[in-house]
């Protein structure tokens, strides 16, 4: 399985208020490329604006800030995942992948000005208080949210631990908007916890995709193995709202249950972005059935590992339509201190599947009977085709495809729960079909 050199790639989507989901290459671009021709025709017209705004404009502005807002003006307008770190917020980047710092525990994107809510990450303050996939966050505190930058709604979230905020959220099947208040944690997340659903039936959670996650993976299912007897029967691989992480990570989940063949390629300008992986020939359970859980909170390296188990015949997708971020974000440390996050690449699933903003369509579609009861009148969870300037699938095709130990052993409800539900019949389905065709 190739290794990534040099840097790591973001798959995680947006920007994370209280989870270490970004991550920055680690060293000055080597390359020495030959410049571009310089537009000179179009520089001589910001020039000219530029001296306008100084002039003419009703007040004095400062060179520094003009400059920077032109730069956060230029990369907002190639895609909703590119962004300018300034030093301040490079550096909350990079103390963020440390997880030292309160936060909410939730993940957020910036649509039209407003601040839209990807996934509430488990056992957070975000997902205690009822935050929701694809909720509008309107204010912050008593400051509204539009013509912020998202760093800076970032940065308003983010805060001491046990320090309060309230958030005005409008959501789609409300008549009114909703007012949370919040309490910053430091947020620890436990990114894979474990349980029976029944004998022989495992059930295995991923809430996101850090370097340490298949390691986790894989130790959770001696665990399942072992109550099971020695040997599964099933298991439900559980990705619903889990936002993303990093690519190595997603990479060395799938090859958990793989023993061959292509796990993902991404795709992109430079060189560095051109990358293969493939799987290594060990199942750690042994070609057991699996079923994987999605929904529209399922995005970048959680599409990654479902649509490598679909496309190899692995698993059986169940649930709903996935956000669709198929795009690679690699953060670029400058000279300044600051720090460019740009999409660099696409990736593609083994049968050459662009999933950006489209998504991976369930082999199965469940939907779930709460959500569905609140979205009788149209609402649904945003997803990255909805985004402001998402990147177009080139193959034409946007409409396919904190916690503690009792929390982390808590067993999932399956009586509560119908998604699982039909998962765990499913693979009793699998089973029985198993059985009577050795038999």
Same mark, same amino acid.
């Given at each position: 399985?190739?290794?990534?050199?040099?840097?790591?790639?973001? +798959?995680?989507?947006?920007?994370?208020?209280?989870?270490?989901?970004?991550f920055y290459r680690d060293v000055l671009a080597?390359?020495?490329?030959?410049?571009?021709?310089?537009?000179?025709?179009?520089?001589?017209? *910001?020039?000219?604006? *530029?001296?306008?705004?100084?002039?003419?404009?009703?007040? !004095?502005?400062?060179?520094?800030?003009?400059?920077?807002?032109?730069?956060?003006?230029?990369?907002?307008?190639?895609?909703?995942?590119?962004?300018?770190?300034?030093p301040e917020s490079f550096k909350e980047v990079r103390i963020g992948t440390e997880g030292k710092f309160g936060g909410l525990g939730i993940e957020v994107t910036m649509e039209n000005g407003f601040v839209k809510v990807v996934a509430p990450i488990d056992d957070t303050p975000a997902d205690r208080a009822g935050l929701k996939?694809? !909720?509008?966050?309107?204010?912050?505190?008593?400051?509204?949210?539009?013509?912020?930058?998202l760093n800076d709604a970032v940065r308003r979230m983010r805060g001491k631990p046990n320090t309060k905020i309230k958030l005005t959220v409008v959501r789609e099947d409300e008549p009114q908007p909703l007012e949370f208040v919040l309490t910053r944690?430091?947020?620890?997340?436990?990114?894979?916890?474990?349980?029976?659903?029944?004998?022989?039936?495992?059930?295995?959670?991923?809430t996101q995709f850090q370097s340490a996650t298949a390691d986790n993976v894989r130790r959770e299912l001696g665990k399942l193995k072992k109550d099971a007897g020695g040997k599964l029967k099933g298991l439900v691989l559980?990705?619903?709202?889990?936002?993303?992480?990093? +690519?190595?990570?997603?990479?060395?989940?799938?090859?958990? *249950?793989?023993?061959?063949?292509?796990i993902v390629t991404t795709k992109g300008r430079v060189e560095d972005s051109q990358l293969k992986f493939t799987a290594t020939p060990t199942d750690y359970i042994d070609n057991t059935p699996i079923v994987v859980l999605v929904n529209g909170g399922s995005a970048s390296a959680s599409e990654i590992v479902a649509g490598a188990l679909q496309d190899h015949k692995r698993a059986i997708i169940l649930g709903t339509k996935t956000f669709g971020k198929g795009s690679v974000q690699t953060i670029l440390p400058m000279n300044n201190g600051a720090a460019l996050k740009i999409t660099t690449a696409r990736y593609y699933t083994p049968g050459d599947r662009?999933?950006?903003?489209?998504?991976?369509?369930?082999?199965?579609?469940?939907?779930d009977l709460k959500i569905a009861r609140n979205e009788t009148n149209g609402a649904r969870r945003i997803r990255e085709e909805d985004l402001?300037?998402?990147?177009?699938?080139?193959?034409?095709?946007?409409?396919?495809?904190?916690?503690?130990d009792d929390a982390v052993k808590k067993r999932p409800s399956i009586e509560d729960d119908f998604q699982l539900r039909?998962?765990?019949?499913?693979?009793?389905?699998?089973?029985?079909?198993?059985?009577?065709?050795?038999?």
């Open positions: 399985m190739k290794k990534l050199a040099h840097y790591v790639l973001v +798959l995680a989507l947006g920007a994370s208020i209280g989870i270490g989901a970004t080597e390359r020495h490329e030959a410049l571009q021709p310089l537009p000179l025709d179009e520089l001589k017209v *910001f020039t000219e604006v *530029f001296g306008k705004i100084k002039t003419d404009y009703v007040e !004095d502005v400062k060179d520094n800030k003009l400059l920077v807002d032109a730069i956060h003006g230029m990369l907002s307008g190639l895609d909703p995942h590119s962004a300018y770190l300034d996939a694809g !909720d509008l966050i309107t204010r912050l505190d008593d400051t509204p949210v539009k013509g912020m930058k944690a430091v947020i620890r997340i436990t990114s894979v916890r474990s349980s029976m659903l029944e004998d022989g039936y495992g059930y295995l959670r991923i559980d990705l619903r709202n889990n936002p993303g992480g990093v +690519l190595n990570g997603a990479v060395a989940v799938s090859d958990t *249950f793989l023993r061959k063949g292509l662009s999933i950006q903003a489209s998504g991976i369509v369930p082999d199965v579609v469940v939907e402001a300037r998402h990147l177009k699938n080139e193959n034409g095709d946007d409409e396919a495809g904190a916690k503690d039909e998962a765990l019949n499913l693979l009793k389905g699998v089973n029985i079909v198993g059985e009577q065709r050795s038999s």
